[in-house]
């Protein structure tokens, strides 16, 4: 097994970079928050100008569909920004379930520029003593504060593509604003891992981003009976691997071809070398020796998680 704890390069000082890996979903009308209230992981009905949701939308076997940073544009407009190979599906699958609500929901992709803003470029735009969620509006840009890395604050930037101006900062490479991503601990849903995991086992109650005391939603019975009846049996985890691992990779025990212990989430080349990735485990098997791949595949070695996972609720 690798050296449990390599110690990754330090993050550039800052910077700006378009995220067009992401895509983003308008829903508008008088109804959008109440729609979005009665489908999502998230409270959408307190939902105010000031701040987003991390939300997904499931299957009613509890199973995640999409993940959403979702916010207000104004009172009846609501963004859900996912990752955009899962855009369609999601979109289709949502749009089923509006019936007689008065939301509208569309592709609005092509309407609106989205950049990450990475260190000193996300601390010239965001409020001193924020928390991740925090949403503030400048001009025509929306900017919502998410959950650092490495200690470097991190922001996603959205505004009108007719705007024309984006924010400012030196350019950031994509590649290392994807490794952020990872680093953060935070994952985003995409098509390998799609329907693959409850809520729980990628952190996301600990994150923000799954509310339990907010009506019913599908998927609802089965993420509470994870929480409170204590059947969960997954976490995510940080690791490292010294060569190429992607999303969707099944996670062995060493040793142990017969039954994998976990899968891949979400994976970036880091700037030192090697991959580092968020890979949700069995419990059980967080404290063995891991392979990615098969059992005599990629080592992993996990490494601490930038937050703490909630005890209790």
Not at 96 to 106: G, W
Not at 156 to 185: F, H, I, M, N, Q
Request: glycine share 10%; with cysteine; aromatic share 6%.
């Amino acid at each position: 097994m690798t050296d449990p704890k390599p110690v990754p390069p330090p993050l550039p000082a800052g910077g700006v970079t378009r995220l067009s890996h992401l895509g983003v979903i308008r829903v508008a009308g008088e109804d959008a928050a109440k729609f979005l209230h009665g489908q999502l992981t998230h409270d959408f009905a307190l939902l105010d100008l000031q701040h987003a949701r991390l939300a997904a939308f499931l299957t009613v076997k509890g199973r995640m569909l999409a993940s959403f940073i979702a916010f207000k544009r104004n009172d009846a407009e609501v963004l859900l920004v996912c990752a955009r190979e899962l855009l369609a599906p999601t979109l289709k699958r949502l749009s089923m379930f509006v019936l007689r609500a008065k939301a509208r929901l569309s592709d609005a992709t092509d309407d609106f520029a989205l950049y990450g803003l990475l260190g000193d470029a996300a601390r010239a735009v965001l409020p001193e003593g924020g928390e991740p969620w925090a949403k503030i509006d400048l001009g025509e840009a929306s900017v919502v504060q998410l959950y650092p890395a490495d200690g470097q604050p991190r922001a996603l930037w959205l505004a009108p593509a007719t705007a024309g101006s984006a924010p400012a900062g030196a350019p950031l490479d994509e590649s290392l604003w994807l490794w952020s991503e990872v680093r953060s601990g935070i994952a985003t849903l995409t098509a390998p891992v799609a329907e693959a995991f409850v809520p729980q086992m990628l952190n996301y109650e600990s994150v923000g981003g799954v509310n339990f005391k907010k009506g019913c939603y599908p998927g609802q019975e089965v993420v509470a009976r994870s929480q409170f009846r204590g059947t969960l049996k997954r976490r995510t985890y940080l690791a490292h691997a010294p060569s190429a691992i992607a999303a969707g990779a099944e996670v062995f025990a060493e040793g142990d071809a017969e039954q994998p212990v976990g899968t891949v989430v979400q994976a970036a080349a880091a700037p030192g070398g090697g991959v580092d990735a968020l890979v949700s485990l069995q419990i059980a098997a967080a404290g063995g020796a891991l392979r990615a791949g098969a059992a005599d595949g990629v080592p992993l070695a996990l490494l601490p998680l930038p937050y703490a996972l909630l005890e209790d609720i």
